[in-house]
């Protein structure tokens, strides 16, 4: 057997680096009976009428970054996407696009915090499949993630469902993600090391369910690329409602409004990874937001606003008590986020 | 809004931009009523208990090639994976990874075609994602698509299922899709286009189950990289059986056949895009024969070996009557294939 410390075009080629590419080292990381079976297609047990399907790829650069890393993300990024739907996720697909000559020890420590989050949000990986672009047509690695969730009964939830007098929620501090990785980038320092916020939050959404009354619950959405005012915008749109929100509710690390100044970035617009916006009937909202802060992922959860009859539009009121629309990101802020 | 004939970095943004390119672009090119709802997660119906799932990312260069294209190939690859499990392929999630300056005809041109073989297999793309990189640092496109079949009653095949005097059937001839995307990228001219076999084999996988008893049918594949060298390797080795092909009976068209031996290809490791590997019980062999010739994708189908008790070897015996091992491709032949 050919052997190498790198990727190696043959590493995509069907034959046997590709073969052992696959046992020894993704099998070994996260591997189960059903992927170990090694057939074009995993066959595997539903126990719902409606399932819930979503995809993600993940091209985060650099690949490790205070609070987490490229696999870490693209397990959080589609389980928190199929759990936003109320489902239960349960299992993952991986597809990487790995250039020649990326670290084989790199690609090892990515697949080993798959394996870790996977297990932490009871997702298992099923099925895969492995490219090799030539150098100079990739960026290391590229990581894509579907994930399959069976959804429960009687639960429909949908950024188009939200009434006006909903009330918004947020499960932590903003922002925070999206400036790990620009300070990373940047080679910024500050007197505390801003961490991102990647982490799966299928249980979170599982205890707001459980604690709120049924059909209570509108909508979840994890407010990644573009910040919580493209997620807030996507709902009052979908919906046909204005949303308005209270600038001094939203929870936002010190350290991360000071850097958003520096840097010249409106916070709203800043990814997250590990936050969800969560929309409820008002009477609902005090056990949401209870259940989001009795979970770790939640400690710092708020209340930040509600739906108002409307037209499609998000109004930030200030301290001062004056209102600003909250748009949408026009152009790009923080590129390869996620 | 700001318009351009290529892909910007903010059509990945989160924003504005992505939300155009979403619903002008890939909304109008295949979109249905759960894709339109764009949530993070479809929510679609099952009715099986089992399912199966796959997945494949698609790097392949050119995009366009005789008899297919990138996203032809992004749709058949995944619907026939999915397919190879016994199961009707229903929904198909699709993941972009787009260059920076990529020509938006180009990729309007792509979206069509994965529309139109969709809907020829009949699934329906649900969800999706779309991630920009920067110059330098993709190859246009990349596409990744997972996908879902229902599993029927009963139904369990595996490459792991085989047993001493099974039957080898392959669709058709062999070697097509690897010959014309090399021809095309080193402008080799032959006296008739060699075309890609690229096609969505479900319907004829169906044909192939229904025509053959119960449990008759142990396994499909469809032979892509790696051809079918691997495809029968992977097979021996999983079921712990010997293999044994007749060269005479695997039909290759005499320009691939010529191509080959020009370009010092060995046929049996080229990868197709659209035959089917299926190996069934000495009894079913001539009915799972007679479907896969009635299907239009299935014309050229043979008989080519059979399966014997051994230890996990792959021999090809010559018109002469001797035998030579028939080995998994080594190294890369054929980088980018799909």
Avoid at 186 to 202: C, G, H, K, Q, R
Avoid at 221 to 246: H, K, M, W, Y
Wanted: net charge negative; hydrophobic share 40%; proline share 3%.
């Amino acid at each position: 057997m050919q052997t190498s410390d790198t990727v190696l075009m043959a590493h995509g080629s069907g034959g046997t680096m590709m073969r052992d590419i696959i046992e020894q080292l993704f099998f070994e990381a996260y591997a189960g009976d059903t992927l170990k079976r090694a057939d074009d297609a995993a066959a595997i047990d539903i126990s719902a009428d409606r399932i819930a399907f979503s995809t993600d790829s993940f091209v985060v650069t650099p690949h490790f970054f205070p609070g987490g890393d490229i696999g870490h993300l693209a397990v959080c990024g589609t389980v928190n996407d199929v759990a936003t739907s109320g489902a239960i996720p349960r299992y993952l697909s991986c597809g990487f696009v790995l250039e020649e000559g990326y670290p084989l020890e790199d690609l090892r420590r990515i697949c080993a915090s798959m394996a870790k989050t996977a297990k932490e949000a009871g997702v298992e990986i099923v099925t895969g499949d492995t490219k090799v672009v030539n150098r100079g047509h990739g960026d290391g690695v590229y990581i894509n993630t579907a994930g399959i969730g069976e959804l429960r009964k009687g639960v429909d939830l949908s950024g188009s469902h939200i009434q006006p007098g909903d009330k918004i929620l947020v499960s932590g501090t903003i922002g925070d993600h999206g400036i790990a990785i620009i300070s990373m980038r940047e080679e910024l320092s500050f007197s505390t090391e801003i961490e991102s916020d990647a982490a799966p939050l299928n249980h979170m959404i599982t205890d707001v369910l459980d604690a709120c009354p049924a059909g209570s619950v509108r909508a979840f959405r994890d407010p990644t690329r573009g910040g919580l005012a493209s997620t807030l915008n996507e709902f009052a749109e979908a919906s046909g409602v204005d949303i308005r929100i209270e600038e001094d509710e939203v929870p936002v690390h010190d350290q991360v409004r000071g850097a958003c100044e520096m840097l010249g970035y409106d916070v709203f617009q800043v990814a997250n990874e590990g936050k969800m916006v969560c929309v409820c009937a008002p009477e609902a909202a005090e056990a949401a937001l209870a259940a989001m802060r009795a979970n770790k992922y939640g400690a710092d959860a708020a209340i930040i606003g509600e739906a108002l009859e409307g037209e499609g539009r998000v109004y930030l009121r200030t301290a001062f008590g004056s209102e600003r629309i909250l748009d949408m990101l026009v152009g790009e802020q923080l590129p390869r986020i996620c």
